[in-house]
């Protein structure tokens, strides 16, 4: 059994697809973890509205409900919880964003021998070279970040410490500043806090967040955590990921064809997930699909054999 705790936190309502990410992460852990002990950070509206359909979670993880300040829209609140939860949890945790699935056991987690740990962002080179990242930085009010380390938040590993205290009450605040400079990306107020705090983050290996839409597919065959960035800055979710949210809408829950993608993360769950159009389009065209409707139990056989793969 882990002793580290796994932490969420969810700030939701029935118009977004949050709460139906945080249950496919959720799901997925406890799939390959079922021992974990789960927590998730909700803000009062969003508790509030975790009824009917939506009370599922409580059966799989303890949710905590904290103030948040008032006139706070959902994404400041959703910051607030997540640069506040040092400060919120007591004991070790390791912190998943929602759009993540974990794809194998995670009790190795106990052995890390960091205090604050994270992966690069983008899987890509730790020290920042990217200019688009940097100008971000610097419109938040921060020095120049060239050059400096950059890390992903996504997934965080904290140990229970005065020290992360202290680092997560300055993010806050350095978020703060970033915010009112117009940049609502908790990153670079991340980075700007491991400068001043000399550099305490430790980088961790890719598998734990294995960014693979951006420069993490090396990473994939390997990873026990999946981060797969569910929009992207995009308005419209590809129709393929909408059909699973909505179905876990419909139920407020995952199901067995749900967990049947789950079980297989790094192929299945994977191969939905890098379906563009033009795959899609691929397959819909394809001879095999029509083993779906003409030979229906020729389809189920293959599906079988292909299950112990």
Known sequence: MMNTKIVYVLVSDESDYYYEQ???????LIYYNPDARIEVLVDNAT???LIGNREAIKQYADVIEVDT????????????????????????????????????????????????????????PLLLDEEYTVSKGI???????????????????????DMNMLFFSSWYENYLKSESHGVFNDQPALCQTNVEFGYIISEIPGIWNCQFKMKGFPYL????????????????????IKEVFDRVKRLGDVDEHIIHLLKKPRTVFYSLLDMNPDKAFDYLSSDTISLFYAHPLLFRLVSKVLSFN
């Open 139 to 161: 419109k938040a009010g921060f020095p120049d970040f060239t050059g400096k380390p950059y890390y992903n938040s996504g997934v965080i590993f904290v140990k229970d410490t």
């Open 47 to 49: 508790f509030t509205n």
């Open 22 to 28: 945080v249950m496919l992460s959720i799901r997925s």
């Open 221 to 240: 065959k390997k990873a026990k955590i999946l981060h797969y960035y569910a929009n992207n800055g995009n308005s419209e979710l590809p129709f393929h």
């Open 69 to 124: 300040p008032a006139g706070y829209d959902k994404m400041r609140r959703s910051r607030y919880l997540k640069t506040n939860m040092r400060n919120l949890v007591a004991g070790d945790f390791l912190f998943l964003d929602c759009d993540t699935v974990v794809c194998e056991s995670i009790e190795e987690i106990d052995k890390l021998d960091v205090n604050l740990g994270m992966v690069a962002d983008l899987n890509g």
